[in-house]
C-alpha cells in the first residue's frame, strides 16, 4: 500500500497593511462625511423633540449623536467591511478567521477607537481649556500619539484594532 500526501494547500498571502497616513487620510474623509450624517441627525433630533431647549434636550443630543455614530460604523463595518471613505480608498476593517465582522467586534471597536480623541476631551475638561487653539493643540497630541501606536505594532496596526482583534487591510484596484 502506498502512503499518498494530501496536496499541499496554499494559503493566500495576507492583504498589506495600508500606510498610516493613508489610514490618516480617510478619517478625515470620514470626518466630513459623518458631518452629513450627524447633521440629519440633529434634524431628526430637533424634530422629534420639538427643539425643547429643556436642560435634558440639550444633553440627550449627545447621546443621540454618540448612537448615530455608532450605528453607522458599526452596520457599515459589519455589513460590508468599509464605511463609504474606506471604500474610497481601498481600506477594509476585517477580523481573522471571520468573513464578515462580527456585530460585538464591530460594537467594541467603535469604543476603543474613541482613544483617538477621548484623552483629550478629558485633558480639556481637566484644565479647562477654551481657546481655540489650545483644544485644536491637545486634539493634535492626541491623534499623533495614537497614530503612532501603529509604529509599535509588529503588524503596523492601530491600538485599538490591536485590541479589538481587528486589522486594516488595503484592497487591490479594481480591474478596468
Not at 477580523?95 to 480639556?124: C, E, M
Not at 479647562?128 to 483644544?135: A, F, Q, R, T
Request: charged residues 15%; positive net charge; aromatic residues 10%.
Amino acid at each position: 500500500m502506498q502512503a499518498t500526501s494530501a496536496p499541499p494547500t496554499t494559503r493566500p498571502a495576507p492583504a498589506a497593511t495600508p500606510t498610516v497616513v493613508r489610514r490618516v487620510t480617510v478619517m478625515l474623509y470620514e470626518a466630513l462625511l459623518l458631518i452629513s450624517v450627524e447633521m440629519l441627525a440633529i434634524a431628526v433630533y430637533m424634530l422629534a423633540t420639538l427643539n425643547s431647549q429643556h436642560p435634558v434636550a440639550k444633553e440627550g443630543v449627545k447621546a443621540w449623536l454618540f448612537l448615530v455614530t455608532a450605528a453607522y460604523f458599526i452596520w457599515c463595518w459589519t455589513n460590508t467591511g468599509h464605511t463609504l471613505a474606506m471604500k474610497t480608498w481601498r481600506i477594509k476593517v476585517v477580523k481573522p478567521g471571520h468573513q464578515r465582522l462580527p456585530v460585538r467586534t464591530a460594537a467594541i471597536r467603535f469604543l476603543l477607537a474613541w482613544g483617538w480623541f477621548l484623552p483629550a476631551l478629558l485633558v480639556i475638561r481637566a484644565f479647562g481649556l477654551h481657546g481655540k487653539g489650545e483644544i485644536a493643540l491637545v486634539f493634535l497630541a492626541g491623534i499623533v500619539a495614537w497614530a503612532m501606536t501603529a509604529l509599535f505594532d509588529k503588524d503596523r496596526q492601530f491600538l485599538h484594532d490591536r485590541l479589538a482583534g481587528t486589522r486594516l487591510v488595503a484592497l487591490p484596484k479594481a480591474a478596468r
